[in-house]
């Protein structure tokens, strides 16, 4: 049997994180959270995630600005946008900042962990 993948969800809306993180954990998934860049850079500094589901709208540091900041950091860490304020043009910058993919809110369970599960196919 694989090992359950270590996903790492940061996202400013305490209870949408904490639903989806839940509903993740029900099909098998590791989930840790991060309310900001800031908190998730801390963790993938002691803990190694396979992805990384990262809010685009946030305080601070924005979720392209923190995709950089991650892949510097964990260079070939899966990290998809998931956002629900997003444009073509955010699309494309999160794409150029190294988004293995850009999805929108409300997002299905299904295509959350499928979009996942290819990004750590690839």
């Known amino acids: ?34 309310r900001d860049g800031g908190e998730a850079l801390e963790l993938v500094q002691s803990v190694q995630f396979d992805a990384a589901v990262v809010d685009l709208l946030m305080p601070g540091v924005d979720g392209v600005q923190l995709c950089k900041a991650l892949h510097r950091e964990r260079p070939g860490l899966a990290v998809i946008i998931l956002t629900g304020h997003g444009s073509v043009q955010e699309a494309l910058r999160a794409h150029e900042a190294g988004a293995f993919e850009f999805l929108f809110k409300p997002v299905a369970l299904e295509l959350l962990e499928e979009t996942i599960r290819r990004a750590l196919d690839r």
């Not at 209870?15 to 098998?28: E, I």
């Open 1 to 34: 049997m694989n090992e359950p993948l270590n996903i790492l969800l940061v996202d400013d809306e305490p209870g949408f994180a904490d639903v989806l993180a839940k509903r993740l954990a029900r099909r098998g998934l590791f989930v840790a959270t991060a």
